[in-house]
């Protein structure tokens, strides 16, 4: 049997999970040329928050950041995490922004892209998987197209629904198939299954990601390294376990000497490990890292929150001046998530069931308030619902408004020339509208900081109450 693979999420999901995404580049640089050297199969380091962040919190352009760490790692696959139709953002985008998109984060260093929905509706993920085959034969780049199956529990998630995902994956052009375990759910003996299966089914390498929420990641990893997936993700100690992923250099020896052996070099690893604690220090000392996202929380099985949204629902519950409140939030995420049609829960639904949940706990009275995510969810703007939504829920949200059966896309116009007329005073490259296509308000400030800073005046000055905070 081929040796497992690695991939290392140190640079992303690990700080996204449990540091709410705030480790800056220049955290990263410093280490990167020793990180080259490990033989990972992939580095994760771009996607899926840190695109927001970056902009919101840190003062920095993603797409600078994707390019100086493909400088300083020539020699390793760079990967990142699109959400299909949603690209980086939290709405559904027409195909011409989906297609420069995924052309643009190609050209400037991704090589293998993962790509998801969050309802697991294919339809949202057909134009990203086309413009990632594109873009690579565009610009003559070897890329991995990598769609996930959004690994949930639910009356209607099971093996066979999850069998069946893979192969209509496979016809549409996935090279790898991904399952995304992104709160900890699939158990070691469920994975084995899993694993076994796609790889009979569907004859593609398996690439498990999955988090250590619950204290059973190592235990995934290790079944489904025995039912003979290809690649799992792990992430350096200083960042891994908890709400992260499981740490990379426990598995990295557990394998040394046997038929899976990673050929990863532990010494290498523990240096590497070093430099990132004293960034998990940092972080700490910043109050972005919090006790809670690091502890072994078996409740996770019941109500299904994902690392990265947890640790930004602490976040959201400090500054709400409601910590008291976060077991009765956490209480009333699955709840919403049944009565929402049992979407799974990751970026954007994640944000959606979980906004909903603290709004029906804060105002004491559910759906009382109901948001304009919830009701675009109801109404089919974001996909097919996996099961049928409760229906007095759905008549309080939405009332008599009509249901979408079509792919949400397909009612989208063209939209980037008009971005990008939008945006013309702060164009200074492509990239540039893309990021306001993803971000409107959040990159017109960042722009404003990027013209003052680049004349030498203090950016932050611009917007005192911004939420932007200098670097």
Not at 14 to 33: C, F, G, V
Not at 40 to 51: D, I, K, L, M, P
Not at 79 to 98: C, F, I, P, S
Request: with cysteine; aromatic share 8%.
């Amino acid at each position: 049997m081929a040796k497992l693979k690695i991939t290392e999420t140190i640079l992303r999901d690990a700080h996204q999970s449990q540091a709410a995404t705030r480790m800056r580049l220049e955290d990263m640089l410093p280490i990167l040329d020793k990180l080259d050297k490990v033989g990972y199969y992939s580095v994760e380091c771009w996607g899926g928050a840190t695109f927001d962040s970056c902009l919101r919190f840190l003062n920095e352009d993603p797409w600078i950041r994707l390019k100086k760490i493909k400088e300083a790692m020539p020699k390793t696959k760079l990967q990142m995490l699109l959400r299909g139709q949603n690209l980086l953002g939290y709405k559904h985008y027409a195909d011409d922004v989906v297609e420069l998109f995924c052309d643009k984060a190609i050209q400037n260093g991704i090589q293998v892209m993962r790509i998801f929905d969050a309802l697991n509706d294919v339809r949202n993920l057909e134009t990203s998987i086309k413009a990632t085959k594109a873009a690579a034969k565009k610009h003559k780049v070897d890329v991995i197209c990598e769609p996930a199956l959004s690994y949930t529990i639910s009356p209607v998630h099971n093996i066979d629904y999850f069998i069946d995902l893979a192969k209509k994956l496979k016809d549409m052009g996935a090279d790898n198939i991904c399952i995304k375990d992104m709160a900890n759910l699939l158990l070691p003996y469920d994975a084995y299954n899993l694993v076994k299966a796609i790889k009979a089914e569907v004859n593609l390498p398996v690439h498990l990601h999955t988090h250590n929420t619950t204290g059973t990641g190592d235990m995934t990893n290790l079944k489904a390294c025995e039912a003979g997936v290809d690649i799992v993700d792990t992430a350096l100690s200083p960042f891994g376990n908890g709400t992260s992923q499981p740490a990379t250099e426990p598995l990295v020896a557990t394998l040394k000497g046997t038929e899976y052996d990673t050929g990863l070099d532990l010494k290498l690893l523990a240096e590497i490990a070093e430099y990132f604690r004293t960034v998990a220090d940092k972080l700490t000392k910043e109050g972005f890292i919090d006790s809670k996202i690091l502890r072994v929380d078996t409740n996770t099985l019941i109500y299904q929150i994902p690392g990265g949204m947890l640790s930004n629902l602490v976040n959201q519950l400090k500054e709400q001046g409601a910590e008291d409140k976060y077991q009765e939030v956490l209480n009333e995420v699955p709840r919403v998530r049944k009565e929402l049609g049992y979407p799974p829960l990751v970026t954007p639904t994640s944000q959606i069931v979980g906004t909903q949940a603290v709004l029906n706990v804060i105002f004491g009275e559910r759906y009382k308030i109901v948001t304009k995510e919830t009701k675009a969810l109801l109404k089919g703007e974001y996909g097919k619902l996996p099961a049928p939504p409760d229906e007095e829920i759905l008549k309080k949200c939405i009332g008599d408004e009509k249901i979408i059966t079509v792919r949400p896309a397909d009612l989208l116009k063209p939209e980037y020339e008009k971005y990008k007329e939008e945006m013309k005073e702060f164009y200074t490259k492509e990239e540039d509208v893309l990021t306001y296509c993803m971000f409107p308000q959040v990159s017109k400030t960042f722009f404003k900081w990027r013209q003052a800073h680049a004349i030498g005046v203090d950016g932050n000055l611009l917007n005192k109450e911004s939420k932007i905070h200098p670097v």
